[in-house]
C-alpha cells in the first residue's frame, strides 16, 4: 500500500494538501489525489474520511456518497492489485472551496498532533499482506453504508472517522489503530440499525 514516498504521518499529509493547492481558490478530488500521491491508498482513505468529517464540507449533501464511492473505487482498484489509482472524469472534476477545506485542515490540526504522537508501527502484519486486504473490506462496507449514513443523523460523521482511522493506520503502519478502527466500524454500524430499526 505504502511506496517509499508516502507521507508517513498527519503532519506530512497535510502539509503536502496545502502545498500543493495554495494558488487556488478551488481543489478538485485529482488535486488531492496527486498531492498525496496517486499510489498512496492509505492517504486517499483518510482524505475522504477527512472531507466528510470537516466542519462546513462534510455537512453539504451527497458529499459523504461521493466520498463513498471514491472509497469504493479506490480500494476496489487495490483488491486487484493495481498500483496506481483511477477515477471516472465526473467524480475526479468534482470541487471544493479550498478555503473550506484548510478550516477543515486547520479544525484538526490539534487532534491530529495528537494522533501522530501515539502512531507508529506496531503489529505492522495487520496492515501488510492479507490484513491490509481486510482493512480494505471494511474500509469499503463503511463506504458502501454512505447513503444510508446521510440518512441518519451524525452516522456520516463516525463513518467518516472510521475511514481516517483506517487510512492513519495504513499511513502509520499501525496494527493496533486497525483494531481501534474496526472496533469503532462495528460501533458505527450498530448505532445505524439502532436507527434505522428503533
Known amino acids: 500500500m505504502n511506496q517509499p514516498n508516502d507521507p508517513e504521518n498527519l503532519e506530512q499529509l497535510f502539509d503536502r494538501l496545502r502545498t500543493a493547492t495554495e494558488h487556488q481558490e478551488?481543489?478538485?478530488?485529482?488535486?488531492?489525489?496527486?498531492?498525496v500521491g496517486e499510489r498512496s491508498f492509505?492517504?486517499?482513505?483518510f482524505v475522504a474520511g477527512l472531507i466528510v468529517?470537516?466542519?462546513?464540507?462534510?455537512?453539504?449533501?451527497?458529499?459523504?456518497?461521493?466520498?463513498?464511492?471514491?472509497?469504493?473505487?479506490?480500494?476496489?482498484?487495490?483488491?486487484?492489485q493495481r498500483h496506481s489509482i483511477w477515477l471516472p472524469a465526473t467524480l475526479a472534476?468534482?470541487?471544493v472551496s479550498r478555503r473550506k477545506l484548510?478550516?477543515?485542515l486547520e479544525w484538526l490540526e490539534?487532534?491530529?498532533?495528537?494522533?501522530?504522537?501515539?502512531?507508529?508501527p506496531r503489529l505492522v502484519w495487520l496492515t501488510r499482506g492479507p490484513g491490509q486486504y481486510l482493512m480494505a473490506l471494511e474500509?469499503?462496507?463503511?463506504?458502501?453504508?454512505?447513503?444510508?449514513?446521510?440518512?441518519?443523523?451524525?452516522s456520516a460523521n463516525g463513518?467518516?472517522?472510521?475511514?481516517?482511522?483506517?487510512?492513519?493506520?495504513?499511513?502509520a503502519r499501525d496494527g493496533v489503530l486497525a483494531v481501534l478502527a474496526s472496533a469503532f466500524t462495528v460501533g458505527t454500524f450498530w448505532f445505524i440499525g439502532s436507527a434505522l430499526l428503533g
Open 93 to 95: 472534476g468534482r470541487r
Open 102 to 104: 484548510m478550516r477543515g
Open 53 to 80: 468529517v470537516a466542519p462546513l464540507i462534510g455537512d453539504i449533501p451527497g458529499v459523504p456518497t461521493i466520498m463513498g464511492l471514491i472509497v469504493l473505487l479506490t480500494l476496489g482498484q487495490l483488491l486487484f
Open 26 to 35: 478551488r481543489v478538485s478530488v485529482a488535486d488531492l489525489f496527486q498531492a
Open 159 to 171: 463513518g467518516g472517522l472510521s475511514l481516517m482511522a483506517f487510512g492513519l493506520a495504513i499511513i
Open 42 to 45: 492509505g492517504p486517499v482513505v
Open 139 to 154: 474500509c469499503m462496507s463503511v463506504a458502501g453504508a454512505m447513503p444510508a449514513m446521510e440518512v441518519v443523523p451524525f
Open 110 to 120: 490539534k487532534p491530529t498532533a495528537w494522533m501522530d504522537r501515539y502512531t507508529r
